[in-house]
């Protein structure tokens, strides 16, 4: 299993509700992503977890809470989001987080704020 | 500072032309370079990558070498296929940490 599967596809949500995003690997990874991505751009880094802990948070307002469960489970909790926001979170995963390693990326989430 | 520099787009090609996408970086060190593709409503996946100079990364057809003296990685293919259309983004490891740090990104469409 080569996958990152990240649930849902598309999210829509207003200024006032809370979700999550849901990424899961089964690869035995023990780093993982959040990137941000708006149309048209490259994907920015927001969040890095190193063996379940938070080793990077590239300054995300905190609207933006990650959080890691365990080695395969990564979560993103969304509150009092803004328009802005709106864009393709993508998850990946790497074997143990150094540079030269290849990024496994899940298909991402689509949100929309309304 | 630390950037990379990709060649603008969108670039259109027809079936069986030749391909290359620049790709120039700026560094501290010897960072490892990547090439990777994004699909239409997909995640990024790997094309190739090179850890050290002189590498030369390939895959399904395309290839980048590692050019320290020119500070490059262009992204080359002998002959493209309607199915190579897609975003494709250069990148740059960091020297330290884990932090990609990715070119703007070259749309790439490919013409019967």
């Known amino acids: 299993d080569t996958e990152v599967t990240q649930t849902p596809k598309h999210l829509v949500m207003g200024m006032t509700n809370k979700k999550s995003l849901k990424c899961e690997q089964h690869m035995g990874h023990r780093a993982m992503y959040w990137y941000k991505q708006k149309a048209k751009k490259p994907p920015e880094l927001m969040f890095v977890?190193?063996?379940?802990?938070?080793?990077i948070n590239e300054s995300v307002p905190s609207r933006f809470s990650p959080e890691c469960p365990n080695s395969s489970l990564l979560n993103l909790h969304l509150h009092a989001l803004q328009p802005e926001d709106s864009a393709l979170y993508l998850c990946a995963s790497s074997r143990t987080g150094t540079t030269n390693e290849k990024l496994f990326f899940g298909s991402g989430t689509q949100l929309s704020v309304l | 500072g630390n950037s990379v520099t990709q060649m603008e787009g969108p670039v259109t090609l027809s079936e069986e032309a030749f391909l290359t996408i620049n790709c120039t970086y700026t560094a501290t060190g010897y960072p490892s370079l990547f090439w990777y593709v994004q699909y239409p409503g997909e995640g990024l996946q790997l094309l190739l990558k090179a850890t050290k100079a002189d590498d030369k990364g390939s895959n399904k057809g395309f290839e980048a070498t590692y050019r320290k003296e020119t500070t490059s990685f262009h992204l080359e293919k002998g002959s493209v296929q309607v199915s190579d259309s897609a975003v494709y983004f250069c990148a740059r490891g960091g020297t330290s940490g884990s932090r990609l740090t990715f070119g703007e990104g070259t749309q790439l469409t490919v013409n019967p």
């Open positions: 977890y190193s063996y379940e802990k938070l080793s």
